[in-house]
């Protein structure tokens, strides 16, 4: 199984501002997920990080929006551009498993914008 | 588009009890349905179910997929309050994707 920490762990953001999510791997891995979990919703995937490659959004997320970069292959960053109290959630990252699906995740960072 | 519908959404039961989650899902090419449990943030691993009808167990918690008709349940026996989380339902499709398709999750909440 693979280790993933995730910083920071929880924030309270302002309105207008960026945050800067950082998930680290004990082991070298090819792909790398963010999750996003808003409030009573199920998790969805924000985007793929590749490493040396752009990044794979999903329907309804943007590269303006949430940044991501992939410097090697254990470490990943996601930045929630520009909040709003709608981008209160807890953000996931996460690692295959390379076993059908199974997912590993990172304890996840609960931001809070007001 | 790939869906995933959970049942019930919340529950609350007593220490002892036996529960039943449900999930069925809509997905197109499937690959494997997955059960997460998720105390505070972090998912856990509790279940990858590929096959109908072979039921997945470890200890009081068991899972079983039915491919036909399109969903799983996961049973807890004797429950225990450290059993009280979310549990999430999660299907991943065939093509090279790795992604994953998350229900609501059930929310339990096991009294003493």
């Known amino acids: 199984s693979a280790v993933i920490s995730q910083k920071p762990s929880r924030d309270i953001c302002q309105r207008g501002t960026s945050l800067t999510i950082q998930c680290q791997v004990d082991?070298?891995?090819?792909?790398m997920f963010w999750y996003r979990q808003q409030p009573g919703q199920s998790l969805t995937l924000i985007a793929t990080a590749n490493q040396g490659s752009e990044a794979t959004y999903e329907s309804g997320f943007v590269i303006d929006k949430f940044p991501i970069s992939r410097p090697n292959l254990t470490f990943s960053t996601l930045t929630v551009s520009n909040m709003s109290p709608e981008d209160s959630s807890i953000y996931l990252c996460?690692?295959?498993?390379?076993?059908?699906?199974?997912?590993?995740f990172g304890e996840g960072s609960r931001l809070t914008v007001l | 588009e790939d869906k995933v519908v959970q049942s019930p959404l919340s529950l609350v039961v007593h220490e002892g009890d036996t529960v039943t989650l449900n999930c069925s899902y809509e997905?197109?090419?499937?690959?494997?349905l997955l059960w997460y449990k998720q105390e505070k943030k972090a998912p856990t691993f509790l279940f990858m179910l590929t096959s109908s009808g072979i039921e997945k167990k470890s200890g009081r918690l068991s899972s079983i997929l039915d491919k036909k008709e399109l969903f799983s349940i996961l049973n807890i026996t004797a429950t225990q309050t450290g059993d009280s989380a979310v549990y999430l339902c999660?299907?991943?499709?065939?093509?090279?994707?790795?992604?994953?398709?998350f229900g609501k999750g059930t929310k339990l909440t096991v009294n003493p």
């Open positions: 082991s070298q891995v090819t792909m």
């Open positions: 997905v197109t090419n499937f690959r494997s």
């Open positions: 996460s690692v295959d498993s390379g076993r059908a699906g199974e997912l590993f």
């Open positions: 999660a299907v991943a499709s065939q093509g090279g994707s790795e992604k994953l398709v």
